[in-house]
């Protein structure tokens, strides 16, 4: 009949409840992707440190150690196991 709305039908899904596929968060590509990024850090970190002491610059001095100090303390909790 014109008037009624046809039943809803169940929307498809790409995974079932019990099936959600990998959890790329849980990966190890992303914490290979994770660690060579703050690997990256710490080496622009020494260069910048580097920079700021040739050219007397304070400020950059205070952020590249900054950076330098974050990057060791991630990478030697990672190679401790810490940040899983």
Known sequence: MPGQRSPRLP????????????????TDGLHFM?????????LIGVALVWLAWRGRVMWLK???????????????????GLTR
């Open 62 to 80: 205070v952020w590249s150690v900054g950076l330098v100090g974050a990057s060791l303390a991630y990478l030697v909790a990672a190679a401790f």
């Open 34 to 42: 994770l660690n060579f990024t703050v690997g990256l850090a710490l």
């Open 11 to 26: 929307l498809p899904v790409r995974y079932q409840e019990h099936d959600l596929g990998p959890v790329y968060s849980q």
